[in-house]
C-alpha cells in the first residue's frame, strides 16, 4: 500500500467491505430466483450464510457507532448532520435486518419460505445499498479529510478487527477478497500484521473454497465478483 500514517485517511478498505456485501447479496438472489432451486444440504448452508452476513452487517455498524462516528463527529462538529444520517440508516437497516434473518431461519427449516426470504431481502437491498453508496461517496470524503490513515487503523484494529476472533477474522478475510482486484485484495490483506495475515490467508483458504461451492457451485452466481459501488451518474 503506498500510504504514510499521518496522511488523510485512506478509507479504501470500506468500499470493498461495502463491495463485498453487494457481491454476495446478489449472489443469493440469483441463487434463490433461478431454477433448479436449491437442495436441502445447500439450502440450509445457505441460509447459516444469510444469517453470518447479517451478524456481520451488525457487527460492522456497531464498529461504526461506537468508533468511527464518535471520532469524526469530535473533530468535524460541521459533520453532524451526515453523521446523524448514518445513524438513522442504521436503525432502518437492524429493522430490515431481522426480516432477513427471520427469513433465512424459516427457509433453512422449509423450502416453501423462499418467497418469504426473497421479500426480506428486497426490503434490506432497499434501505441498505442506498445507506452504502452514500457512505462511500459522501460520508467517506469527510473521514477522509477529518482524521489520519494512522487515526483510522487505530480504530479499524479496535472495533473491526480485535472484537472478532482468530477464525471468524479468517473467514472473513476470505469472504471480503473473493472476486476483487488485485489492489483491493493488497488493501484488505495490509489491514492485518505480517504473521497472522500468513495464517488467516493460508490456514482458511481451503474451508472457504468447500463452502463457496457448496453455496455458488458451477452456477453463474459463483462468477460474480465484488461489486464496487457505482459513480454519480451525470444528468445531461
Known amino acids: 500500500m503506498n500510504t504514510t500514517r499521518n496522511e488523510p485517511a485512506d478509507t479504501r478498505s470500506m468500499g470493498i ?32 450464510h444469510i ?28 459533520a453532524g448532520a451526515l453523521l446523524d444520517r448514518m445513524a438513522s440508516d442504521h436503525q432502518q437497516i437492524g429493522g430490515a435486518i431481522a426480516g432477513v434473518e427471520d427469513g433465512a431461519r424459516a427457509y ?50 479496535k472495533y473491526f478487527v480485535e472484537p472478532k476472533g482468530f477464525a471468524e477474522l479468517g473467514m472473513e478475510a476470505h469472504w471480503i477478497i473473493d472476486g476483487v482486484t488485485p489492489e483491493d485484495r493488497d488493501t484488505i490483506v ?18 472457504y473454497r468447500r463452502q463457496a461451492a457448496v453455496l455458488w457451485g458451477t452456477s453463474p452466481a459463483s462468477t460474480v465478483p465484488s461489486l464496487r459501488v457505482a459513480p454519480i451518474e451525470e444528468h445531461s
Open 17 to 48: 467491505v461495502h463491495s463485498a456485501l453487494r457481491r454476495d447479496l446478489r449472489r443469493t438472489r440469483m441463487v434463490l430466483e433461478t431454477p433448479p432451486h436449491p437442495d436441502e444440504p445447500r439450502r440450509r448452508t445457505l441460509a447459516a
Open 51 to 78: 444469517l453470518w452476513m447479517c451478524r456481520f452487517l451488525h457487527m460492522h455498524h456497531a464498529g461504526e457507532d461506537a468508533g468511527l462516528w464518535p471520532a469524526i463527529r469530535a473533530k468535524n462538529p460541521a
Open 108 to 157: 433453512g427449516d422449509d423450502p416453501s419460505a423462499r418467497e418469504r426470504l426473497l421479500a426480506a431481502l428486497t426490503g434490506l437491498e432497499d434501505v441498505l445499498l442506498p445507506h452504502l453508496r452514500r457512505e462511500e461517496l459522501e460520508m467517506m470524503p469527510v473521514v477522509a479529510t477529518t482524521i489520519t490513515t494512522a487515526e483510522y487503523r487505530t480504530i479499524e484494529k
Open 190 to 207: 495490509h489491514v492485518v500484521p505480517a504473521v497472522p495475515r500468513f495464517l488467516l490467508l493460508h490456514g482458511f483458504a481451503r474451508k
